[in-house]
């Protein structure tokens, strides 16, 4: 048996369990693990561990793991942080193979609580013992009464069997699966609160439950992304073993950007990069939580489809269904009546449909047959990528005529029809629950609907990055600098990788002043040479347009003003000039290490106002030229590129070009940050050039001791 395969037993199919800390006095919540496992059937055998109790809720009690009639599997230990740690090493002395922790006050409570957590990671460590949490709430299998939580919603006297495995970071959501479950008649095969993660990570769970014959989809409640790279290997094999993953994770916030060197770090926020990574893994995220608890039958049992869906849309009531059309449309997907053919197939058939963006029913006549007729002919009409059902009071009070013919039509037709998705516009649970016993996708309202929708569309497999292939010249760049870069430094470094870059011309300030004749064509572009001043237009350090000498000098002593009372310990290295050029557009192409998911490159409307429209498309680096291509079509902005209004058309071939050769820079992982702003985009055959750029590597931070641009709080 694998190492998969034993911790899927010893987590889900533990044939004696203990619970360490239960207490006799029933409903408190160290009580309600044993209530629990006797109220749900359990068929192992249950010892709970209470060394001051004779009995635990009529159960024979133990005062400690030693004193067991025999080793088991499984431990919940629901006592305070500190016995908790104590009962964490009895556990490893009697070859526990796996433990849950309720207690909290480890690694969200800070330095301290993170050093308390490293503790109890040394104690398993290496021992065969695996832990779930601390900050659990216990994990269930609902196909053996395995109820090892101590969450109050699974008091019920019997729980829903289904065949979503839920994964939930947060331990009170597990509850909620289940209550909001059980009054549309969706059950579950297993939940988990894996609360800190301090051992098993969702992505380790999950992968121990890909071969479960009960699971056929997962669904993540995530509040941030731990153990980027065992949730990856998760989310492979799940799609290789055809079982969807659908998630929804809170923090769409971009807390922490504050902190970064560069634009491209103020744009892109954990939820940007946690977005990225989870479309590369293809898992389906929602934004809507109803949605991902009425979701799954839309991807179970259904390949990727990679393309945007026209929605064929059929309904009792208008307004209901204008609802859900609105809601698509703001997904950009259309909405559109039964097609042509189809309606040439039902007129023969007696049934006269209107041509029209949705179908509807109500004076055609909702009775069970006419309704099974149009269903059965669109699930396998060539031209229906999915059924949008959106019924009325008919589903409360005439289930039997709109929903029992849908209900029908599915069962009957053949595996690879046309998905179908209802959406309930009155509180009709009779029709839920049939929906629901049926595997069909119900809706109680039209943002879930669509939003589920949305969600089944942009499904795409799993993406394998390749390797980063970063030149020799640049890689030797990278290993010579050893202090901060200035943008000098940058350009050469981009200019390594294979970017164009303008040219330009270092001058000393004296030089300048003094009226050295200087060897320029003017109009120039003017700059202070920097390492302290990353984001010279907020310092005042740039000037543009400059047509003389003497222009020129006297830019220069309005940015030395300027950048003096920005950051009045910046260094001044020089003036930069450069030529001043005329382009189609300007973008932003941006590299950042981030913390939870790795390297992500950005690509974005480039220039001052970048943060302010936030129009940008990220993906985990390094990306192909092929697939820096399909960023480019995600930034409306970039409309600006490609003709519009007469407009000429810039050369997106190169920018695509640059954009992949940027994203090799995340090889190795010394590169915390690089940026060009901006790019500047030439006509269409005229390529590309960088004239501003940033970068940080992990040597060069560490050489610098709070940098004097840090003083001024964030550069961006």
């Given amino acids: 048996m694998s190492d998969r395969d034993d911790l899927r037993k010893a987590l889900f199919e533990p044939a004696a369990v203990a619970v360490i800390g239960a207490s006799d006095e029933a409903g408190k919540i160290a009580a309600r693990p044993v209530e629990f496992l006797m109220r749900h059937g359990f068929a192992g055998e249950i010892f709970p561990i209470n060394p001051r109790r004779d009995t635990v809720l009529g159960r024979k009690a133990f005062a400690s793991l030693n004193a067991l009639p025999r080793k088991v599997d499984q431990a919940y230990i629901v006592l305070p942080t500190g016995p908790a740690m104590q009962a964490v ?15 909290d006050g480890f ?9 308390l957590q490293r503790k109890l990671i040394a104690l398993v460590q290496g021992t065969g013992t695996r832990v779930v949490g601390p900050n659990s709430l216990g994990l269930v299998r609902t196909w053996n009464g395995l109820s090892m939580t101590a969450n109050a919603a699974f008091a019920h006297d019997k729980l829903n069997t289904g065949g979503c495995t839920v994964l939930s970071q947060s331990g009170s959501l597990i509850g909620t699966f289940v209550s909001r479950g059980r009054t549309r008649g969706i059950g579950f095969a297993n939940l988990v609160s894996v609360g800190n993660e301090a051992d098993l990570s969702i992505g380790e769970i999950g992968d121990c439950l890909i071969d479960d014959p009960e699971t056929d ?51 892109v926020g954990s939820d940007a990069a946690a977005d990225a990574l989870l479309r590369d893994l293809g898992i389906s995220r929602v934004n809507i939580f109803e949605a991902l608890l009425e979701g799954p039958p839309l991807l179970r049992g259904r ?25 698509l449309g703001t997904f950009g997907i259309d909405v559109e009546g039964v097609g042509e053919a189809s ?35 669109l699930l396998v009409a060539p031209d229906t990528d999915i059924i949008v059902s959106v019924i009325g009071s008919s589903a409360e009070f005439f289930p039997e005529q709109t929903v029992a013919p849908i209900v029908d039509a599915v069962k009957a037709a053949k595996p690879g029809h046309a998905p179908v998705a209802v959406s309930l516009v009155p509180q009709a649970e009779r029709a839920m629950q049939m929906l629901a016993e049926a595997g069909i996708a119900c809706f109680r309202t039209s943002e879930s609907c669509a939003d589920a929708i949305r969600a089944w569309a942009e499904r795409r497999p799993p993406r394998v990055p390749a390797a980063p292939e970063l030149p ?47 060897d320029l064509s003017f109009p120039v572009v003017a700059k202070l040479l920097s390492a302290d001043l990353p984001h010279k237009t907020e310092a005042g350090a740039v000037a543009l347009g400059i047509g003389s000498a003497q222009e020129l000098r006297a830019a220069v002593e309005r940015m030395l003003a300027s950048a003096k009372a920005y950051a009045p310990g910046a260094r001044i290295d020089g003036v930069m000039l450069q030529r001043q050029l005329s382009a189609v557009g300007e973008v932003l192409v941006g590299l950042r290490e981030d913390p939870s998911v790795g390297p992500v490159i950005t690509v974005g409307m480039g220039g001052i106002t970048t943060e302010i429209y936030r129009d940008i498309a990220l993906r985990l680096a390094p990306v192909t030229p092929a697939e820096a291509a399909e960023m480019l079509d995600d930034v409306r902005g970039f409309a600006v590129l490609k003709g519009f209004r007469g407009r000429p058309r810039g050369d997106l071939a190169a920018l695509a070009e640059a954009v992949s050769r940027l994203s090799q820079l995340c090889a190795g992982g010394l590169v915390a940050e690089a940026e060009i702003n901006p790019l500047l985009v030439m006509t269409e055959g005229h390529g590309v050039s960088a004239v501003d750029g940033l970068v940080a590597t992990r040597a060069s931070l560490n050489s610098i001791a709070g940098p004097s641009w840090m003083a001024n709080g964030s550069p961006g």
């Fill in 89 to 103: 090493e009895e556990c490893v002395r009697h070859g526990v193979k796996a433990i849950s922790i309720l207690a």
């Fill in 217 to 267: 989809t997962f669904l993540l409640f995530l509040e941030t992304i731990r153990h980027a790279d065992r949730l990856a290997a998760f989310a492979r094999r799940a799609a290789a073993a055809g079982k969807p993953v659908l998630a929804y994770k809170l923090g769409r916030s971009d807390i922490g950007a504050e902190l970064a060197v560069s634009h491209t770090g103020a744009l």
């Fill in 343 to 377: 309606r040439a197939v039902l007129k023969d058939k007696g049934i006269v449909i209107k041509p029209g963006r949705i179908a509807d029913l109500t004076l055609t006549g909702t009775r069970y047959d006419t309704v099974r007729t149009i269903v059965d002919e």
């Fill in 472 to 518: 020799a010249a640049a890689a030797a760049l990278i290993a010579a600098q050893k202090g901060a870069w200035t943008e000098r430094d940058a350009l050469t470094l981009f200019a390594a990788c294979g970017i164009a870059t303008v040219k330009q011309d270092i001058v000393s300030v004296e030089d300048v002043r003094s009226g050295k004749p200087l």
């Fill in 303 to 327: 390949a990727p489809r990679g393309t945007r869906p026209t929605v064929t849309m059929l309904t009792t009531t208008g307004g209901g269904a204008a609802m859900v059309a609105d809601q």
């Fill in 107 to 115: 690694a969200e409570l800070g330095e301290q609580g993170l050093e």
